[in-house]
């Protein structure tokens, strides 16, 4: 199934990744746009993919894209989860309770025009420790809180270690040892904070064509 390339002197391959996770985190929710030179059964794309790809990374599944909007318009927020080992949860509790009172939240990152300020709060929906909290990590014995944190997809983005850099500022919090960051969903945020699939509107039995 050969993918399709991009017209003019230096064709590049029609495969493009909607909000890629940061470096040095997990994902289970990751999506991509790839175009293909003939249609193709959207089974037979995921389990060509799937095989071509190194263990653990895993095609859950494989669509037609609806005609009109692109992938990255359907995606708006992400949900995350942030594991603290070393950091009991009513001691994330109080600090993720002054990030939240807080109208702003400044931090700062390195980009690629240099050192940035921006505020850290505006873009968080959701932020709370979840009831797993407290389960020993690693069976050793020590404390974890688990963070439940929702994000909108803003300019410049707000990445978990922006919130985590966030809850350093207003509240001293430094996990003793570096957090666990796995985003569990991305797509379109309700008005109830639900995460819908941006690929639910095009779930069908289609082969996959040129796009």
Known sequence: MPVAYSQGFTPHPKISYASAAPTGVASEAEFLEIGLQAPVAPDQLRSALDAALSPG?????????????????????SRWRLELPGVPPEVAGRAVADFLAAGEVLVERMTKQGRRSFDARGAVVTFAVTEESGAPSGGDGTPCAILDLVVRQVTPAVRPDDVLSGLRAVAGLEPPVPPRVTRLAQGSLTLQGEIVDPLDADRTDAPIGGR
Request: glycine fraction near 4%; proline fraction near 0%; charged fraction near 30%.
């Open 57 to 77: 990374l895993d095609v859950l599944d494989a669509v037609i894209a609806a005609e009109g909007t692109s992938l990255a318009e359907r995606i708006d927020a």
